[in-house]
Nanobody, 123 residues
Framework: QVQLVESGGGLVQAGGSLRLSCTAS????????VAWFRQAPGKERSFVAG????????YYADSVKGRFTISRDAAKNTVDLQMNSLKPEDTAVYYC????????????????WGQGTQVTVSS
């Protein structure tokens, strides 16, 4: 099992930036992909961005392309999400997740989850 801990959430005005960080520990050698999901009140958890744990390849949800960047530091076992040009609709709890299927955007394909960090974007 992989343990994941998120940090970096907070309150920001629309148009601003935030950087989230996910630190992984445990059986990271079994992980193919680390991704960020988000869940707004009353909505289902949705995919934001993912990265290959070994190669650093990335993929994004259409709603964040050009604004968010996911990156990983294999030496530090961290995966960051740089969020720019934030919008009120980006407000959600953001979760880090690990799983075996690179390219998947389904929460059910990820078997390790962090506790989440709140991101609030004010208008």
């Amino acid at each position: 099992q992989v343990q994941l801990v998120e940090s970096g959430g907070g309150l920001v005005q629309a148009g601003g930036s935030l950087r989230l960080s996910c630190t992984a520990s445990g059986r990271t050698f079994r992980t193919n992909v680390v991704a960020w999901f988000r869940q707004a009140p009353g909505k289902e958890r949705s995919f934001v961005a993912g990265t290959s744990w070994s190669r650093g390849n990335t993929y994004y949800a259409d709603s964040v392309k050009g604004r968010f960047t996911i990156s990983r530091d294999a030496a530090k076992n961290t995966v960051d999400l740089q969020m720019n040009s934030l919008k009120p609709e980006d407000t959600a709890v953001y979760y880090c997740a690990a799983g075996p299927r690179f390219g998947s955007d389904r929460a059910t394909d990820f078997d390790s989850w962090g506790q989440g960090t709140q991101v609030t974007v004010s208008s």
